[in-house]
T-cell receptor, first 113, second 116 residues
Framework: DQQVKQNSPSLSVQEGRISILNCDYT??????FLWYKKYPAEGPTFLIS?????DKNEDGRFTVFLNKSAKHLSLHIVPSQPGDSAVYFC????????????FGTGTSLTVIP | GAVVSQHPSWVICKSGTSVKIECRSLDFQATTMFWYRQFPKQSLMLMATSNEGSKATYEQGVEKDKFLINHASLTLSTLTVTSAHPEDSSFYIC????????????FGPGTRLTVL
């Protein structure tokens, strides 16, 4: 049972434009959400996170938005750069679950120069 | 951020042999370590959660006798794939959590296992 879903397996964006990656979750117990970036044959690297008490968190070109009522979060990258091309995973966790992460299936972002 | 290493990065073995993968937190003490498996074009699947000094907790469908996890210290966890078969070929990733003072897990670079 996939509790965290990323319905778009791939996304292509022109350099300089905004990339929007979406993530949906089903478990209302989740209280912490993260985005990871992953290159092939490497481990994921942390990008940005958001607690359920917030609806927005910004870090440089990356902004994560959380809509708790819709159980939806999104990652905005602006402006997109070719180096941003990678697979992006969203993950959700809950203190109740002991920091166990539930990952989405990933979205492969390609930024076209 | 914190650094987590994995060794080896790539291992090829014959069917029936056992392979040990090490996961180390280099600059912090990891209260909990997690082991994930990733199939091509698929999500990271949590295999097990291990706390230092106690038995690992395995996810449903993961054979604990096949995937032996030892978390002997606060900086080292090992995953041993016993009697490996070609279907065990995958990308194995560990992550470490330092406790409540850290908000995120820190991932190792992964180990690619190929079983011939």
């Amino acid at each position: 049972d996939q509790q965290v879903k990323q319905n778009s397996p791939s996304l292509s964006v022109q350099e300089g434009r905004i990339s929007i990656l979406n993530c949906d979750y089903t478990n209302s117990m989740f209280d912490y959400f993260l985005w990871y970036k992953k290159y092939p044959a490497e481990g994921p690297t942390f990008l940005i996170s958001i607690s359920s008490i917030k609806d927005k968190n910004e870090d440089g070109r990356f902004t994560v938005f959380l809509n708790k009522s819709a159980k939806h979060l999104s990652l905005h990258i602006v402006p997109s750069q070719p180096g941003d091309s990678a697979v992006y995973f969203c993950a959700a966790s809950a203190l109740k679950f002991g920091n166990q992460f539930y990952f989405g299936t990933g979205t492969s972002l390609t930024v076209i120069p | 951020g914190a650094v987590v290493s994995q060794h080896p990065s790539w291992v090829i073995c014959k069917s029936g042999t056992s392979v040990k993968i090490e996961c180390r937190s280099l600059d912090f003490q990891a209260t909990t370590m997690f082991w994930y498996r990733q199939f091509p074009k698929q999500s990271l699947m949590l295999m097990a959660t291990s706390n230092e000094g106690s038995k690992a907790t395995y996810e449903q469908g993961v054979e604990k006798d096949k995937f032996l996890i030892n978390h002997a210290s606060l900086t080292l966890s090992t995953l041993t794939v016993t009697s490996a078969h070609p279907e065990d070929s995958s990308f194995y990733i560990c992550s470490a959590w330092g406790g409540s003072s850290y908000n995120e897990q820190f991932f190792g670079p992964g180990t690619r296992l190929t079983v011939l």
